[in-house]
């Protein structure tokens, strides 16, 4: 009400985001809606205060209870993902993994990561962000018929190039990652190896993925996405990488601090302290796992629809749709689904052959609509609306007045 009173401009937006939020399916696989418990710590007077530094050695006063509060959140995350080191201080997940380059490499080091068009992240080696213009970027892709990670060539690059750090994880890729595999390749070329698991923590934490940690050195995360919580970072050191590098939690650490951030967003870290214990709960368990079976269903149906499925199907929250076979582009299929109440995204496809911004395909997933509550046969019922939006234009006041009636029995978490 206070905020009506004072901005009622800003106040009208969210009030209209809200809404938009509460009648359309949120589909893109990279959000979700974070709880009410979550959103009151994020929105919290914790926002007012710096707190540069770490727990116990802080450069102002005023901090007792800020140090309780972050290494509560560091446990919770040591005891949810099984590690030796968290730091929670990562503003999101791009300087997550700008930290994890400056601590284990110099300008001008070999590094290794998944090609963007292929489905992996700009911060992991493409040629327009930091880590190409600052590190010698070695990129692996997918096999072009099966749509999977050739293990085979990231061991080949390897060994050719030995990189000093290599970056797995993905923005589009729908399959359960081979960590122990990757971890072999690493170790017989010495490198450190890092997996981005900003898509899948929450499947990893739920059991609905199998964890990187055993394999792998360092860990970074967003954490919103499939854990459910506010927008930030983590970056997790493991036993692993402590007996590669004994220094390595210390060298993490002071690459957030001073290295590249300053005071901490403390509200954020409370919020990420929520959804920690959130996720370690039997609830959250049984959430992940019905993620992948709601993607896996929705997956089957669009198949049966006549969709492209990049890989043919999926082992997690995300489908990539090549359209090609549609005779529509993803941006016009985008701005279908949009206009009909289903929030997707366009995207490139592994060897696409149009334009980055004229993709060919369409990436969607299911952590969202997951948390509101629907299952295998909502599933079902969204692949038709997907269907006919795509096949045809003029169906779409009708299916957003289906979305409509089909939200209501799915409210947002109170």
Known sequence: MKLKKQ???VAKLIELETERQKTSLEMIPSENHS????????????????????????????????????????????KLFGVAHVNVQPYSGSPANAAVYMAVCEPGDTIMGMALPMGGHLTHGWKVNFSAKFYNSVQYGVDEKTGLINYDEVEKLAKEK??????VGATAYSRIFDWKRLGEIADS?????????????????GGAHPSPVPYVHIVSTTTHKTL???RGGMIMVTQKGVEKDPDLPKKIDRAIFPGLQGGPHMHQIAGIAVCLKEASTPAFKKYAKQIVKNARALAKELKEYGFNLVSGGTDNHLILIDLRNKNIAGPEAQDLLEEAGITINKNSIPFDPAPPFKPSGIRMGTPAITTRGMKEKEMKIIAGWINEVVSNKNSVKKVREEIKKLCKKFPLPK
Do not use: M, W
Not at 38 to 48: N, Q
Not at 162 to 167: A, G, S, V
């Open 228 to 230: 459910r919580g506010p």
């Open 7 to 9: 901005d009622p401009q």
């Open 189 to 205: 070329v010495g490198a450190y190896l890092a997996a981005d698991i900003a898509h899948i923590a929450g499947l990893v934490a």
């Open 162 to 167: 030995k990189p000093k750090l290599i970056f």
């Open 35 to 78: 709880s009410p418990a979550v959103r009151e710590a994020l929105g919290s007077l914790l926002t007012d205060k710096y707190a540069e530094g770490y727990p116990g050695k802080r450069y102002y006063a005023g901090l007792k209870y800020y140090d309780i509060l972050e290494n509560l959140c560091q446990d919770r995350a040591k």
